[in-house]
């Protein structure tokens, strides 16, 4: 009896690991080594790989950003195989500090590498008070060609020190691997095969 309920524990051990979901930190960049294939366009684009961060106008000391400015950072595609039957969540460190109402900030997403864009948070302008984490919950438009955008726009005067970006993380569950069928095969007959031979142990004088 002891032999097969071992055999039953592992049965359940073996398909409770190759069933569940991996609930893990999917995604994780903290622009120290490097930019994290980031990209970044717009008007008047000041975005720049500094610093162990991404900022807007890191150069020199001013780092005040252009006037009449619409300029885009742009993340890698994450290209996950995410379980979004549970939550997932984007989340970053960010400081702003922009004139306030007339420019702003802004994080969006792309499907399509950038042709087209929608916000998720913001707008947001003025001082954010130091660096901040943000956590939005991404569950509901998650594809596998997600991109991740931080934009800031500026007016015809007046400029502060801008937008800053670090420590991009996404954080859920991916979808559990299928099992191909030869491997199930083995799997079986090892178990029926460790059945028998518990068994003949068993009722061996």
């Given at each position: 009896?002891?032999?097969?309920?071992?055999?039953?524990?592992?049965?359940?051990?073996?398909?409770?690991?190759?069933?569940?979901?991996?609930?893990?930190?999917?995604?994780s960049?903290?622009?120290?080594?490097?930019?994290?294939?980031?990209?970044?366009?717009?008007?008047?684009?000041?975005?720049?790989?500094?610093?162990?961060?991404?900022?807007?106008?890191q150069?020199?000391?001013?780092?005040?950003?252009?006037?009449?400015?619409?300029?885009?950072?742009?993340?890698?595609?994450?290209?996950?195989?995410?379980?979004?039957?549970?939550?997932?969540?984007?989340?970053?460190?960010?400081?702003?500090?922009?004139?306030?109402?007339?420019?702003r900030?802004?994080?969006?997403?792309?499907?399509?590498?950038?042709?087209?864009?929608?916000?998720?948070?913001?707008?947001?302008?003025?001082?954010?008070?130091g660096?901040?984490?943000?956590?939005?919950?991404?569950?509901?438009?998650?594809?596998?060609?997600?991109?991740?955008?931080?934009?800031?726009?500026?007016?015809?005067?007046?400029?502060?020190?801008?937008?800053?970006?670090?420590?991009?993380?996404?954080?859920?569950?991916?979808?559990?691997?299928?099992?191909?069928?030869?491997?199930?095969?083995?799997?079986?007959?090892?178990?029926?095969?460790?059945?028998?031979?518990?068994?003949?142990?068993?009722?061996?004088k």
């Amino acid at each position: 009896m002891k032999k097969l309920i071992i055999l039953a524990s592992a049965f359940l051990l073996v398909f409770g690991i190759v069933g569940a979901a991996n609930s893990a930190i999917l995604y994780s960049e903290d622009f120290e080594a490097t930019d994290g294939g980031y990209t970044h366009s717009g008007v008047q684009d000041e975005w720049e790989w500094r610093y162990g961060r991404w900022g807007t106008d890191q150069s020199g000391f001013s780092h005040d950003y252009n006037n009449n400015s619409n300029q885009i950072l742009m993340s890698t595609v994450f290209g996950l195989d995410i379980d979004t039957s549970n939550t997932t969540t984007l989340s970053f460190d960010y400081y702003f500090n922009t004139e306030n109402y007339y420019d702003r900030v802004t994080t969006e997403y792309t499907l399509d590498g950038g042709s087209n864009w929608n916000v998720i948070a913001g707008p947001a302008s003025g001082f954010s008070g130091g660096w901040q984490t943000a956590s939005i919950d991404i569950t509901s438009i998650y594809t596998d060609t997600l991109q991740a955008g931080w934009r800031l726009t500026s007016d015809y005067s007046i400029t502060e020190y801008g937008f800053y970006i670090d420590n991009v993380v996404i954080d859920g569950e991916l979808n559990a691997p299928v099992p191909e069928p030869a491997t199930m095969l083995l799997l079986g007959v090892g178990l029926v095969g460790m059945g028998v031979a518990g068994r003949k142990k068993l009722f061996k004088k």
